[in-house]
């Protein structure tokens, strides 16, 4: 049961959703950037970038243990599972389906924390979050067997058509949701022995150091001088969203706040990826798309909503 302060925990909550509303602004904002950089080069800087933000981050806080073998392990699975492997997964998955697309199957984030809740912290499923994993399930069903909306093929960073795979986007996105799903179970352990600065910047390290062979390989053929200025100020700004204040913002949150409860807020994410997608770059909301979020969002709400004190 939660025993902060009422002021502390709304605190936490107002970052936990600012968090997952940043993510999802630049999921969706990453589709320009994923055109302009390879995937694996664009994850490389925006480690680096991030880097050179916060090494003072890196600094052990007065009255901090040491880290023991084991927050050293979770500290490495934290990075290679929500920060590596997701940046790789949802940078490939938006550059094949649409910032639409990703949003609904994101809204998910909350039934699959609710399922690895229940496998690795025993926390038990109600019948309203089975429910909302029903929904959660139909949307993304929905998402995968409805036809793509006719739209321009992208232009990828060589100038060449980008290949149009919304179904091995839409399954990328998916994988990054079972990535993010680690993240908000193994981040719940890291707090109790770290503070959210020192997470977010040993992660952070973690995930340049295993971009820098891919980074460094396609840096060597890459034409960086036809890159706009435009370019450059979102990828700053993406990396410090991504890899810095997202970060800080959840891992501040996370620590007043039990996993599962934390992971509803990622409904904050495919609504904002949504709105950034119809809003910002100019996509539309098919029908199919549509009923596909409708039944997300009903998923979200229903386990999301308060229960009843006995």
Do not use: D, Q
């Given at each position: 049961m939660n025993t902060a302060a009422p002021a502390s925990r709304l605190l936490a909550y107002g970052c936990l959703a600012l968090?997952?509303?940043?993510?999802?602004?630049?999921?969706?904002?990453?589709?320009?950037?994923?055109?302009?950089?390879?995937?694996?080069?664009?994850?490389?800087?925006?480690?680096?970038?991030?880097?050179l933000a916060m090494p003072h981050w890196l600094r052990r806080a007065p009255g901090e243990p040491p880290m023991s073998g084991r927050t050293r392990g979770l500290v490495f699975l934290e990075s290679f599972l929500g920060n590596f492997l997701f940046s790789v997964c949802m940078l490939f998955g938006v550059s094949l389906t649409s910032a639409v697309s990703a949003g609904v199957i994101m809204a998910s984030i909350p039934a699959a924390v609710a399922v690895a809740s229940w496998l690795f912290l025993r926390e038990r499923i109600t019948v309203r979050?089975?429910?909302?994993?029903?929904?959660?399930?139909?949307?993304?069903?929905?998402?995968?067997?409805?036809?793509?909306?006719?739209?321009?093929?992208?232009?990828?960073?060589?100038?060449?058509?980008?290949?149009?795979?919304?179904?091995?986007?839409?399954?990328?996105?998916?994988?990054?949701?079972?990535?993010?799903?680690?993240?908000?179970?193994?981040?719940?352990?890291?707090?109790?022995?770290l503070g959210p600065k020192r997470i977010?910047?040993?992660?952070?390290?973690?995930?340049?150091?295993?971009?820098?062979?891919?980074?460094?390989?396609f840096a060597l053929q890459f034409d960086f001088s036809a890159v706009r200025f435009g370019t450059w100020a979102l990828l700053v700004v993406y990396a410090l969203a991504a890899s810095i204040w997202t970060v800080w913002l959840w891992m501040t949150g996370l620590r007043h706040v039990p996993a599962a409860q934390a992971g509803v807020f990622a409904v904050m994410l495919p609504v904002s990826a949504a709105l950034v997608g119809v809003l910002v770059l100019g996509e539309s909301l098919s029908a199919p798309q549509l009923l596909a979020f409708a039944l997300a969002l009903v998923g979200v709400v229903l386990a999301t909503w308060p229960a009843r004190r006995s």
């Open positions: 968090s997952m509303s940043l993510v999802g602004g630049y999921v969706a904002l990453s589709k320009p950037l994923v055109a302009a950089f390879p995937v694996l080069l664009l994850a490389w800087l925006r480690f680096g970038i991030a880097a979050i089975g429910l909302a994993i029903g929904c959660a399930a139909l949307g993304i069903g929905l998402l995968a067997l409805a036809p793509a909306p006719a739209h321009a093929p992208a232009t990828g960073h060589n100038g060449a058509t980008a290949p149009s795979m919304p179904w091995l986007g839409n399954l990328l996105v998916f994988c990054a949701v079972l990535c993010e799903t680690a993240y908000a179970v193994i981040g719940k352990s890291l707090t109790g022995s977010s910047s040993l992660i952070n390290l973690w995930g340049f150091v295993l971009s820098m062979p891919f980074g460094i390989w």
